[in-house]
């Protein structure tokens, strides 16, 4: 069975510092990671996604099979960056279906 | 990008009433769409897959006499809570994903609660 775990429900940091949200899979095939974010009051968007290794809005994830983690970083947080997060796996197949973590609620302080 | 809407925003409704939610593509034909349920504070939790045309494949635990999947057209989908329940309030979410399939574009979501 596939599982995501992001072990911080709540992170708080202060703006211009560096922030990480962790996030562990276990499945055993190839998996597709994806962040998406949850602004408050709005919708869940995609953040970003392993494959396409970009960057957006200054965060960006490594897929590190080894340790079976997509950890999302960005080096100056921003006040506009506080929202929840959640690390997704798609197992692909025929309809990718999404497994969410239980998200981390970010916090930057001023 | 893709717009994904539900209708409605929110719902009130009696308990062992049904209650129908409107998932839409407004400017992409979904291949597949995704109900989810998601509790306060906690995350997103897959009820069922569905494809156009085809019955929906709903997940481990998830009644499905009980919440009802219809995916008539490449642009709508509805689940329909019958008899609800105070216990079936909750935040309902749909997706939706194209032909490429990678992407899930998120509905706005739809607070129900049963009284």
């Known amino acids: 069975a596939q599982r995501v775990t992001q072990p911080e429900k709540l992170l708080s940091v202060f703006k211009g510092a560096p922030v990480e949200l962790k996030c562990n899979y276990s499945?055993?095939?190839?998996?597709?990671l994806f962040w998406y974010v949850q602004y408050s009051r709005q919708r869940l968007q995609l953040l970003l996604r392993h494959i396409s290794r970009e960057s957006i809005k200054g965060f960006t994830a490594d897929l590190n099979k080894g340790e079976t983690s997509f950890h999302l970083k960005k080096p100056f947080a921003q006040e506009e960056d506080s929202a929840m997060y959640y690390c997704?796996?798609?197992?692909?197949?025929?309809?990718?279906?999404?497994?969410f973590g239980k998200g981390t609620l970010l916090t930057v302080n001023p | 990008g893709a717009v994904v809407s539900q209708h409605p925003s929110w719902v009130i409704c009696k308990s062992g009433t049904s209650v129908k939610i409107e998932c839409r593509s407004l400017d992409f034909q979904a291949t597949t769409m995704f109900w989810y349920r998601q509790f306060p504070k906690q995350s997103l939790m897959l009820m069922a897959t569905s494809n156009e045309g085809s019955k929906a494949t709903y997940e481990q635990g998830v009644e499905k006499d009980k919440f009802l999947i219809n995916h008539a057209s490449l642009t709508l989908s509805t689940l329909t809570v019958t008899s609800a329940h105070p216990e079936d309030s909750s935040f309902y979410i749909c997706?939706?994903?194209?032909?490429?399939?990678?992407?899930?574009?998120f509905g706005p979501g739809t607070r129900l609660t049963v009284l």
């Open positions: 997704a796996l798609s197992s692909g197949g025929s309809n990718y279906k999404l497994t």
């Open positions: 997706s939706a994903s194209g032909p490429t399939r990678v992407e899930q574009f």
């Open positions: 499945y055993s095939g190839s998996p597709e």
